[in-house]
């Protein structure tokens, strides 16, 4: 009998996923470039299920059904590209590769073309969810050669998380690297949602001065409420969790962030496509200045500034807080579709925003109720420029504006900062200002560069350029918009 689908990489994702597509009724093969990571996961977790490991590659590939389907959960980057190249001479035309790793959208988009030239078929999908995620159903975001889907869809669907509607938490993206673009986002907004999550609780920690008690059942309000997710359910377990020595062991945890990479891919996306994603950026930033703690501890001795408590009512700020996480969240998210947006446009990806919602409201660490809002939003208006213009977010966001002000305030006069709290308020109020100082900074560039400006009395695309010193001359640049 030839299995349904193999997988190529025995990690925690791969393995994982392996027992849970088993558990699901299809046969796997697996395979490691170590064999004894095969071997022990054979004589251990995988043991008495529908999972057959192999040594060799070729044995692998010829164990599968026609056409073949290989999820590659490797290392994102050269190992993939090297464990293709060892794939090739076994397969045959209308085979199917698949990555399911963290991979670039670029190199998706070369390695579909590279493939599809020779005959086979490629996919490249965000599966987020972890090593739970993995076993108990992901949030899976194929996207790739769509001639490839019905053969994937049966267990891709199978294995991704269902929500309380019984929809599952997969859909097909696009083509080309849609999926993994959209996997990209998806982690942008993640580390997003995680920072503006760390601010409150420093707030809640250092200017409000709370016990761990205090700011743990703070958390868990939160958790019940329009705030409920995934993320703030594991930060209240995270900050009730004692060390041996009964205190609190996130009070223990070195303050310097760790991070992978696809924050940073998402941010130079953001450069790429144009578009303003300020508060995602102030996250990735965020992390690079805690890795610098030794720089930080001397600076802390050295550069004089107030961090102060707060004196104002607790009651009514830490009310604040709520509201303002909330607001800065659902301005997160507008920038984060806003790059989804642009991205689809520029590389003709179709991609359906309700959908996406839809797909990370279970299964991936972003999950939450708050989803649900998005996918109506985009259900009802698949072309909405900008999800601020959705009634339920414009109205919440103004509602919300006010307390997003007093909690900023406040960290500024204490002296502890803010960056995506403080990066979503000017992301709205630049939003909402119909007038920028841009004439200036339009003037400054004709000045220097002669590089012309648009006139409010003219028509836009009328172009115009002042010698404002005298001294230049007629010859002016070319006109650039991004
Ligand atoms: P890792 O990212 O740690 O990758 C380890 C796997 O890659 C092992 O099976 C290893 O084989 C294999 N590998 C390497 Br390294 N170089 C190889 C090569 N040249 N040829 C063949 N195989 C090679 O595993 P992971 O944490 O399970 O993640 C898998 C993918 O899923 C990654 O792209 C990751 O970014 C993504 N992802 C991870 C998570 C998570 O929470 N961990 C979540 C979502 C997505 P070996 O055993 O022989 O060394």
Not at 112 to 134: P, W
Not at 184 to 198: A, P, R, S, T
Not at 307 to 333: C, M, P, T
Not at 390 to 411: C, K, M
Request: glycine share 10%; with cysteine.
């Amino acid at each position: 009998m030839k299995h349904t689908i193999g997988v190529a990489g025995l990690a925690v994702m791969g393995e994982n996923l392996v027992l849970n597509m088993a558990s699901k009724g299809f046969s796997v093969a697996v395979y490691n470039r170590t064999y004894e990571k095969t071997e022990r996961f054979l004589s251990g977790r995988a043991e008495g299920k529908e999972i057959t490991g192999f040594q060799e590659i070729k044995d692998f590939v010829q164990s599968l059904e026609s056409p073949r389907k290989i999820l590659m959960m490797l290392k994102a980057g050269n190992p993939v590209d090297q464990f293709i190249e060892q794939l090739l001479p076994h397969l045959e035309k209308g085979d199917i590769v698949i990555d399911g790793g963290n991979s670039n959208y670029h190199d998706t988009i070369r390695r579909q073309n590279y493939l599809e030239e020779k005959g086979l078929r490629f996919i490249g999908t965000g599966v987020s969810g972890g090593e739970e995620g993995a076993l108990k159903g992901p949030s899976i975001m194929p996207g790739g050669s769509l001639e490839a889907w019905p053969f994937i869809e049966p267990v891709f669907t199978a294995a991704a998380a269902k929500v309380e509607d019984g929809s599952s938490c997969c859909a097909w993206m696009g083509p080309g690297g849609a999926g993994h673009f959209v996997k990209m986002v998806h982690n942008g907004i993640e580390y997003g949602d995680m920072q503006l999550i760390c601010e409150a609780y420093h707030f809640m920690k250092v200017i409000l001065q709370m016990s761990p008690d205090e700011i743990h059942s703070v958390f868990v309000r939160w958790n019940e409420g329009e705030l409920s997710s995934y993320l703030i359910e594991i930060t209240a377990d995270i900050t009730a969790y004692l060390d041996t020595d009964g205190n609190p062991l996130v009070d223990k945890i070195l303050d310097a962030a760790g991070q992978k990479g696809t924050g940073k891919w998402t941010v130079n996306a953001a450069l790429d496509f144009g578009v303003p994603l300020s508060l995602i950026s102030e996250s990735v930033f965020g992390r690079c200045l805690s890795s610098f703690k030794d720089l930080r501890v001397a600076a802390s001795e050295q550069i004089q500034g107030k961090v102060s408590a707060f004196e104002g009512n607790k009651e009514e700020i830490l009310k604040d807080l709520g509201s303002a996480l909330y607001g800065a969240k659902i301005i997160s998210y507008t920038q984060g579709f806003g790059l989804l947006q642009a991205a689809s446009e520029e590389l003709g990806w179709d991609l359906n925003y309700a959908d996406i919602a839809r797909i990370w409201r279970g299964g991936c660490i972003i999950r939450s109720v708050f989803l649900d809002r998005i996918a109506d939003a985009y259900t009802k208006d698949m072309k909405l420029a900008n999800m601020l213009l959705d009634p339920y977010f414009n109205t919440t966001v103004t509602g919300a504006q006010a307390s997003l002000r007093r909690v900023i305030v406040a960290a500024v006069m204490a002296g502890v900062p803010m960056p995506c709290h403080s990066a979503g308020i000017n992301y709205l109020d630049g939003l909402r200002t119909a007038y920028l100082p841009a004439n200036l900074l339009q003037a400054q560039r004709d000045y220097f560069g002669a590089h012309m400006y648009e006139r409010i009395d003219k028509a836009r695309g009328e172009w115009f350029h002042t010698n404002w010193t005298g001294t230049g001359g007629d010859t002016t640049s070319t006109a650039y918009s991004k």
